[in-house]
């Protein structure tokens, strides 16, 4: 069972096994959201599933209302707010069912964004409680330059499945959570967001420039080497150490614009051996709509 990463060779390997897989194409582009299943369809790894942002790993909501987010009351409540909302476990668990998703797989995730969108599916699956379920390492680029198949061919539908869901292996905190321990000690905050945006000096997507006071900043992007594989776990666990000052690990908190790509951060720290960790899935987005929350620009403190 792999449960972080996964190379591209032993995929190769756990394909010829026959072992019960599914692997997941998450590919994404925040600024051109058609794009990533543009991507999937001209090239694919054999058999992936595609996996899209919007559609499928978040719920219909995030629109800010008078009283909060509307909820589309076909959907039932979201599982959190913010721009990317994560749908409520029994409609992931749906889902999953209507690709063919069993108990009994392993789960292989990918993208061609730095594991920058694939995250979020390895994420939600251990929410549901499934925790074989790995991130092919590189993404799509490491297992072509291994030699690797891909595709452009249409993937036929799986049969329908029952996915059941289980007790949740990773946490999950709101933003009453958040209000609640800001800037106390049994609480640290760790923004993925590039430095420009946590400083407040660029906003490309929320109305609010800034980040959440007391947070530290860590671009998810630095946990990736010049290979785009993720950096040694002994690397990453003295880059987050030295992040940390001290700090309890499990005190952290991960969080970004709208909870996508804090994952590399919780992943890194779960290789590092410094997990688990939380994540606050609503993140800036929902933070800076919310009425009363404090906001802050400037350099990390």
């Not at 600024?31 to 090239?43: L, N, V």
């Amino acid at each position: 069972m792999y449960t972080t990463l996964i190379s591209a060779e032993e995929l190769i390997a756990l394909q010829a096994s026959d072992l019960p897989l599914m692997i997941f194409d998450c590919t994404f582009d925040l600024m051109k959201p058609e794009s990533g299943a543009q991507q999937y369809r001209a090239a694919h790894m054999p058999g992936a599933v595609y996996a899209n942002l919007d559609t499928d790993l978040s719920a219909k909501h995030g629109v800010a209302g008078a009283h909060g987010v509307v909820v589309a009351q076909d959907e039932g409540p979201p599982a959190s707010g913010g721009r990317h909302p994560l749908p409520s476990r029994e409609k992931f668990a749906a889902w999953l069912s209507s690709v063919g998703f069993a108990n009994n797989m392993q789960a292989v995730v990918y993208d061609r964004n730095g594991a920058n969108y694939c995250g979020r599916l390895w994420w939600m699956l251990k929410w549901m409680g499934h925790d074989a379920v790995a991130v092919l390492d590189g993404g799509l680029q490491a297992w072509q330059a291994a030699g690797g198949a891909v595709t452009g061919r249409e993937e036929p539908s799986h049969f329908q499945s029952n996915f059941v869901a289980d007790k949740p292996l990773l946490s999950l905190t709101d933003t009453k959570t958040v209000a609640a321990r800001l800037e106390q000690a049994g609480q640290t905050l760790i923004d993925a967001r590039a430095a420009a945006r946590y400083r407040g000096e660029v906003e490309p997507l929320d109305p609010i420039a800034g980040h959440i006071p007391g947070a530290l900043n860590r671009p998810f992007t630095e946990n990736l080497g010049p290979d785009g594989k993720f950096k040694p776990a002994a690397q990453l666990r003295a880059e987050f150490e030295a992040l940390l000052a001290g700090r309890d690990p499990t005190t952290v908190v991960h969080q970004c614009g709208s909870g996508v790509s804090a994952l590399p951060n919780l992943l890194a720290m779960q290789i590092a051996g410094l997990g688990p960790t939380a994540l606050y899935a609503g993140s800036w987005s929902e933070w800076s709509n919310t009425p009363g929350l404090p906001t802050r620009q400037g350099a990390q403190p």
